[in-house]
């Protein structure tokens, strides 16, 4: 079966760390740029941070620069998302999607907000992130 697994989210107080984990089943990481996602309560849904096949191209939202690192390790299929310095407001579900790169011209489009009905080659099932003191 082809999917996505997150792992590792959890509760926090403000200001702690989270190490998320996104894991191809049935499929190859390799030729797929990947990326993670996220949906509060109320709000659209945010391209957080997406990396390129090799990791050598990077985009992160505004809100989460400085704070926030995407890694991947193709060797075994999974790309990280290392959470500093949380706040309230990253609180979400966390999704991670991968796509191949020619179906977006840049990493930063792969994150980019587009139209519901226009969707991702595969998408994870979501894992919770709660900051709250």
């Known amino acids: 079966q082809l999917q996505l697994v997150e792992a590792g989210g959890g509760s926090v107080q403000p200001g702690g760390s989270l190490r998320l984990s996104c894991t191809t089943s049935g499929f190859t990481s390799d030729y797929y740029d990947i990326g993670w996602f996220r949906q509060a309560p109320g709000k659209e849904r945010e391209g957080v941070s997406c990396v390129s096949t090799n990791g050598g191209r990077t985009y992160y939202a505004d809100s989460v620069k400085g704070r926030f690192t995407i890694s991947r390790d193709n060797a075994k299929n999974t790309v990280y998302l290392q959470m500093n310095s949380l706040k309230p407001e990253d609180t979400g579900i966390y999704y991670c999607?991968?796509?191949?790169?020619?179906?977006?011209?840049?990493?930063?489009?792969?994150?980019?907000?587009?139209?519901?009905?226009?969707?991702?080659?595969?998408w994870g099932q979501g894992t919770q992130v709660t900051v709250s003191s």
């Open positions: 999607a991968a796509e191949r790169p020619a179906t977006h011209p840049t990493i930063q489009s792969m994150c980019a907000p587009r139209p519901a009905e226009v969707g991702y080659d595969y």
